[in-house]
């Protein structure tokens, strides 16, 4: 299997993991028109979307695609319906599509409903985890976005994230605000820092090294707790993961 990203709109990735015989899995479509043409360019044979959860810019290009492909199956989750999942998933669930049996699993916090879609070593995981941060908490509570992060963190060191928002560079500068002498956090930053300035991706991202960049992934480390007292007491995990996702709307 070969993964793909294809930019969209500002900040966008809409990844597309394809088999050897070019048939093809497109995953939050934002919008169709630069899926279309990479479908067409590359000789690709659309079988299914997977949906992660309802917001227009990642289901916007769902409509056009499936008139264009009226034989392609998407997959989602109940608040994807509306915008055109045929086939429900939910936590627990395995599809098996491409000869891959993905895993589904349900991540809320961004949204209520969103999901997931895992299967070894990819990890398509749409606004619930980025590289060196998390997604904003739309409907969900810190508590639930606490423990799907948990979930992802369970998986094994070599997952692949696919993250759908180029947002590395300043999700580092935020973790460099918090931890500035942090030898893991500096080196990525500056690392990303001049990937972005060069105008290349920064996704996909290994779990293995997300664990040691990422401070939501980190809300037992000693060093973390020790900038989080200094302000508060908090004693819990999910509690000084609350207060990192506020720190970060306000960075």
């Known amino acids: 299997m070969n993964l793909t990203s294809i930019p969209a709109f500002q900040d966008n990735y809409i ?13 939050d479509p934002g919008e169709a028109r630069p899926v279309l043409n990479a479908v067409v360019k590359n000789k690709w044979q ?15 290009g769902v409509k056009e695609i499936v008139k264009q492909y009226p034989d392609i199956v998407v997959y989602g989750p109940q ?69 799907s ?16 928002h180029e947002y590395t560079l300043s999700n580092m500068a935020f973790a460099k605000s918090i931890l500035p002498h942090d030898s893991f956090i500096n080196d ?29 992934l980190r809300t037992d480390d000693i060093d973390l707790i020790k900038v989080i007292s200094q302000e508060t007491n908090l004693q819990h995990p999910e509690q000084r993961f609350a207060w990192l996702r506020a720190k970060k709307d306000n960075f």
């Open 149 to 164: 992060f948990q979930k992802i963190n369970a998986l094994p060191d070599e997952t692949v994230i696919c993250c759908a």
């Open 188 to 216: 990525y930053y500056l690392k990303v820092k001049e990937l972005r300035a060069r105008k290349q991706i920064t996704l996909p991202v290994i779990l293995k090294d997300e664990r040691h960049i990422n401070l939501f």
């Open 46 to 60: 659309p079988a299914a979307i997977f949906l992660t959860h309802h917001h227009h810019d990642h289901v916007g």
């Open 15 to 27: 990844w597309i993991l394809n088999d050897r015989e070019g048939r093809c899995i497109i995953v």
């Open 79 to 147: 608040e994807t319906q509306s915008k055109g999942a045929k086939h429900i998933v939910s936590e627990g669930d395995n599809i098996a599509v491409l000869g891959c049996e993905f895993r589904i699993f349900a991540t809320p916090g961004h949204t209520l409903g969103h999901v997931c879609f895992y299967s070894s070593p990819w990890l398509f995981c749409g606004d619930t985890l980025f590289s060196g941060g998390c997604g904003r908490l739309f409907e969900g509570t810190p508590k639930q976005m606490y423990q």
